[in-house]
Nanobody, 121 residues
């Protein structure tokens, strides 16, 4: 059973940076796309970044140029480098695995527990 563990959240001021990590444990018997899905206050989770099996990345317009998603396959880890943070970025950030089915689906198959990111003005 694959499990994801989020970490790296915290409180920063506007313009600050954070690096989120997602550790992958358990046997991975399939190929996975990976993504980061923040849940903003009062809203459902939404995708801001993903990386596919060939390390192609996709970003939401709101974070493009500020966030960078990477993966380290040897360490079974996923990262989200968050720069120039804004109060609007405040959310619980969840990493997620999406089983590759010839394409990366929109709906994740496995979720991390979430890590809180708070950006103050």
């Amino acid at each position: 059973q694959v499990q994801l563990t989020d970490s790296g959240g915290g409180s920063v001021q506007t313009g600050g940076s954070l690096r989120l990590s997602c550790g992958v444990s358990g046997y991975i018997g399939r190929r996975y796309c990976m993504g980061w899905f923040p849940q903003f206050p009062g809203k459902e989770r939404e995708e801001v970044a993903r990386i596919d099996i060939n390390d192609k990345t996709t970003y939401a317009d709101s974070v493009k140029g500020r966030f960078t998603i990477t993966r380290a396959n040897a360490e079974n880890a996923l990262y989200l480098q968050m720069n120039d943070l804004k109060p609007e970025d405040t959310a619980v950030y969840y990493c997620a695995a999406l089983e590759y089915l010839g394409y990366c689906p929109r709906t994740p198959d496995v979720w991390g527990q979430g890590t809180q990111v708070t950006v103050s003005s």
